[in-house]
């Protein structure tokens, strides 16, 4: 289980931009208008569970969590966290860190599974982009 | 925000058993007999993201999802561990830690909002909290 074999899961690179590479994870931003939705994927090749992860990597895990929750900020404001670790769809280990409004169109439940993906017009996917990786630590 | 202003949430507590006071959190087991569903709530007054709690207790909150996971194990075999910290309805940081099963009903979508609650009957609840305490560390 090292970075050297990490390969991103075809069905994440498929729904999602490559924000950055944090020094554990890959920061991705889901391409959809209607969340600010990122994911967290652990750059070591056969995770699962968050269990799989040794408990430093953990701890640096709740770190890039953490930078996370900074970036979304930048998209605008928000009124609750969701923190998610499923994996029922996509078993390699992935972290979502989603900001939901009052006024969202899954609130207040899940945005899992609810209705389908509003794909980002190029200016905004480029825009969010842009706030995303100025709001990450140099 | 310290222990003794800590009261649990009366949604959290209606639809719930309490299993065991951990270091940090509760432990409580959702009173629903179609998953093995797990909650735990951090023992502080006025959480209400992640963040909110110190990053020492950040760790410890991670060592109480491990001992939820090798307690959800005595239940039975599953297939996939949900985790998720939402907050959208019941605002109290809470932290869902799930055994999924290929075969239970909301698979392979999130378990939050599919159908209603199926309640335990007291015997398995009786027999589930047994076998959750019996895995429980000393």
Same mark, same amino acid.
Request: hydrophobic share 35%; no cysteine.
């Given at each position: 289980m090292n970075a050297a074999d990490f390969s991103l899961d075809p069905r994440l690179a498929a729904d999602t931009h490559a924000v950055a590479d944090l020094p554990l994870s890959r920061l991705l931003l889901m391409d959809d208008a209607r969340y600010g939705w990122l994911i967290l994927v652990p750059?070591? %090749?056969? +995770?699962? /569970?968050?269990?799989? +992860?040794?408990r430093a990597e953990q701890h640096r895990l709740l770190e890039e969590i953490e930078i996370a929750r900074t970036a979304l900020g930048a998209l605008g404001p928000y009124d609750k966290l969701n923190l998610g670790a499923l994996?029922?769809? &996509? /078993?390699q280990l992935h972290v979502h860190v989603i900001a939901r409004r009052? =006024? =969202? %169109? %899954?609130w207040p439940g899940? &945005?899992?599974?609810?209705g389908a993906r509003v794909a980002l017009d190029p200016e905004t996917l480029a825009e969010r982009l842009r706030r995303l990786r100025g709001a990450l630590p140099p």
């Open positions: 750059r070591r %090749a056969g +995770l699962r /569970e968050l269990s799989d +992860l040794p994996g029922n769809i &996509v /078993e009052r =006024d =969202d %169109a %899954a899940p &945005v899992w599974g609810h």
